[in-house]
T-cell receptor, first 114, second 109 residues
């Protein structure tokens, strides 16, 4: 049981380049999330999805786009990378948000923008 | 605004007990989570509290006081593998998780 899988694990981009981060979960979870984690700050929600074909903005959505074409996959795109987007990106999934449904996290993607 | 406060770093001795505090201010409240995150790894779920009181899970316990906006994570019989960051997160009225910056726990032999 793989859980939540993120690819790639590491990437270095030049300013202005674009890329897509991939997230796949095999737990049949409805909800999926993209976070970024920066030193000295809590996890910040970029975008999330409450089901296949749906997406919504989180706390810091600017400069990112997402798609959820299949229930098990959630893609995060950087349209034109900027140095401020250097971060560790985590994907997470959960059955729902109510009650004690914890979020399950992938191992992260470490992204550097030069 | 919404805010989670927890100490940046704590140090404890192997075999001892440590308490990591967390205070929260959120618009509405639907529960509080604690996660463990080892350096370079993903956060992993430790506990969830929604009612006042203490929840015990082996060496780890979590306490909640809703009236005080306060929680703590208690770790007993500390082991070197407990060296990690501990993240506090509160579920607000929209069922969004508001995360603290994490407490880095250093265990010394």
């Amino acid at each position: 049981n793989a859980g939540v899988t993120q690819t790639p694990k590491f990437r270095v981009l030049k300013t202005g380049q674009s890329m897509t981060l991939l997230c796949a979960q095999d737990m049949n979870h409805e909800y999926m999330y993209w976070y970024r984690q920066d030193p000295g700050m809590g996890l910040r929600l970029i975008h999330y999805s409450v089901g296949e074909g749906t997406t919504a903005k989180g706390e810091v959505p600017d400069g990112y786009n997402v798609s959820r074409l299949k229930k098990q996959n959630f893609l995060l795109g950087l349209e034109s990378a900027a140095p401020s987007q250097t971060s560790v990106y985590f994907c997470a999934s959960s059955y729902g948000t109510e009650g004690s449904q914890p979020q399950h996290f992938g191992d992260g993607t470490r992204l550097s923008i030069l | 605004g919404q805010n989670i406060d927890q100490p940046t770093e704590m140090t404890a001795t192997e075999g001892a007990i440590v308490q990591i505090n967390c205070t929260y201010q959120t618009s509405g409240f639907n529960g509080l989570f604690w996660y463990q995150q080892h350096a370079g790894e993903a956060p992993t779920f430790l506990s969830y509290n929604v009612l006042d009181g203490l929840e015990e899970k082996g060496r780890f316990s979590s306490f909640l006081s809703r009236s005080k906006g306060y929680s703590y994570l208690l770790l007993k019989e500390l082991q070197m593998k407990d060296s990690a960051s501990y993240l506090c997160a509160a579920l607000d009225s929209n069922y969004q998780l508001i995360w603290g910056a994490g407490t880095k726990l250093i265990i010394k032999p």
